[in-house]
């Protein structure tokens, strides 16, 4: 069983919808979880970072932690056709020492949002 | 800032072929790290290098070596390319914020 897992898809919304990704895990020693955005043939780039449990807004983006469940999940609102991209989620344990920074990834959710 | 450069931006080699990626950061981070990215299974680290001088394994090691040439460069050795090698390689570097990890545009390899 895969430390992280998440469902690729893909995911086809209309102009407008709410989106919904998500994401769950098994190692109880992550603290540290980031959603990366990687558009077509291009590097991650970062886009939300939560420590614990909890939620966190950005503008049209929500992410929120249950580390109970051992699950995370990404909102978007109103979504836009330039939001169609794979969406990776990636935790860390944050530990000090060399570990530190180290990230597991899921599979990526490939999300194309449509006119 | 350029951030993280990589080159080449796209590689064909033959079964047995070497060659070494070379990347590169501006931004005075610690942390460097090498990804391979294939599809359906996401990013996996292949080696990092926490600081200057150290360098250690990540998940799928088997086939790569690496140089941490100094804090700004940290490259990528395929020493007797396979073709299941081929992939996208992405490096990255992090800060004090080690979560974030800033992306280079990655290198496409094909090994035939």
């Known amino acids: 069983q895969k430390e992280v897992e998440q469902d690729p898809g893909p995911l086809s919304v209309p102009e407008g919808a709410i989106v919904s990704l998500n994401c769950t895990y098994s190692n109880s020693a992550f603290q540290y979880f980031m959603w990366y955005r990687q558009y077509s043939r291009k590097g991650p780039e970062l886009l939300m970072y939560?420590?614990?449990?909890g939620n966190k807004e950005d503008g049209r983006f929500t992410a929120q932690v249950d580390k109970s469940s051992k699950y995370i999940s990404l909102f978007i609102r109103d979504s836009q056709p330039s939001d169609s991209a794979t969406y990776l989620c990636a935790m860390s344990a944050g530990a000090g020492g060399t570990s530190y920074g180290k990230l597991t990834f899921g599979q990526g959710t490939i999300l194309t949002v449509h006119p | 800032n350029a951030g993280v450069t990589q080159t080449p931006k796209f590689q064909v080699l033959k079964t047995g072929q070497s060659m070494t990626l070379q990347c590169a950061q501006d931004m005075n981070h610690n942390s460097m790290y090498w990804y391979r990215q294939d599809p359906g299974m996401g990013l996996r680290l292949i080696y990092y290098s926490a600081s200057e001088g150290t360098t250690d394994k990540g998940e799928v090691p088997n086939g790569y070596n690496v140089s941490r040439l100094n804090k700004r460069e940290f490259s990528l050795r395929l020493e007797s390319a396979a073709p299941s090698q081929t992939s996208v390689y992405f490096c990255?570097?992090?800060?004090?914020?080690?979560?974030?990890?800033?992306f280079g545009p990655g290198t496409r390899l094909t090994v035939l």
């Open positions: 939560t420590y614990s449990s």
């Open positions: 990255a570097s992090s800060g004090w914020r080690g979560g974030e990890q800033f």
